[in-house]
Structures are given as structure tokens and as C-alpha cells.
């Protein structure tokens, strides 16, 4: 009885943290759209704002370089947002990753179904399909806004941004299990098979 309460307990406990990493992977989406839609609202108005000011043939130059200015930053608070909760929302998918192969084991290791002793999943997991179609809008969502915002960009900004932005990529496609864990990209195969004789 004690053993079956100590695996109901790990079960337990190991539901409640992916919970909260999912709760954490909510919030984190919520920011990203409530942020994403006052800036592009934002932006919307000073485009508006520069043709108002510039509908006669006296448009100043002040105002106008003021109104591009501020378009500017916009564009650079919604690329630098998108990117930072891009890395918050795969840290809260990792964790639920790890928990998941974590409870595998410990349900391999201690045999739980062969005593009988079987659980509902700890998540949604029809062999994979559930959970890397749950996490995809918000792995997803992230890096649209990031393009969107780069295709708004006004030009002179675009090639150190873009080269930032390619680096950074670069570098956590290549140190991330995560990537091949949900299913974006498929391990490569360094190693090629040898045929024995």
C-alpha cells in the first residue's frame, strides 16, 4: 500500500508542475498578444497620424522624422518582445517535455503496469499528436509576429536585425532537443549505417 501511495504521490506531483508550466505557457501567449496588439495598433495610428499631418503641402519635417522615429521603436519593442517570450514559451515546453519523458520512465523503471497499477496519461498524448499539436500555436504564434514586425521594418534596420535574429535562431536549433522532441525538425543523421559483409 505505501508503495502505491508513493507512486500516486509522483504521479500527482508531476501532474500539478506540468499544469503550471502549462498555465505559465497561457500567460506567456497572453502577453505576447496583448503586447503584439497595442503596438500594431500603435503603429497603425502614427501611419495615420504622419498623412493627417502631412495632408497639406506644409507637412513638417520635424513632425514627420518624430512620427517615423516612433515607428522605429515600435518595430523594434515587437521583434525584441516576440523573440524573448519566443524563448519563455520553449523553456515552459521543455519543462513539460522533460516531465512527460520523466513520468515514462519512472512508469517503465518501477513497472507500474505490470503490478496493475496503471494512470491516465500525465497529458494529452495520442503517440505524440496531442501534445505537439497543443504546443504548436504557441511555439508558432511567436515567431509570425517576429516576421510580421520584420517585414515592417523600415530598411536600414532590417540587415542587423535579421543577422541577430538568424544567429540566435541558429544557435538554439542546434543545442535544442526540444526542436526534435515536439517534431519541428528531424535529428540529423551524422553517422551513416555500415554494411557488414
Known sequence: MAEQNKHQFFYEQTRKQIEHEDVLLNHRSTWLLVLQGFLFTAYGYSINAQATA????SCELSKSKI?????????VIGISSSFFI????IA??????KLVDDWKKYN????LDDEGLSYPQIIGDNPGLGMKAGLTPTLTL??????AWLFILPTIFK??????????????????????KVGLLKRPNYFRSVNKF
Open 54 to 57: 502631412c495632408q497639406n503641402a
Open 67 to 75: 512620427i517615423d522615429d516612433l515607428r522605429h521603436v515600435l518595430s
Open 86 to 89: 519566443l524563448f519563455a514559451v
Open 92 to 97: 515552459a515546453a521543455t519543462s513539460i517535455l
Open 108 to 111: 517503465v523503471d518501477n513497472k
Open 142 to 147: 511567436p515567431l509570425i509576429l517576429l516576421g
Open 159 to 180: 540587415g542587423p536585425i535579421i543577422i541577430i535574429f538568424s544567429v540566435f535562431s541558429a544557435n538554439l536549433i542546434k543545442k535544442s532537443e526540444f526542436i526534435y
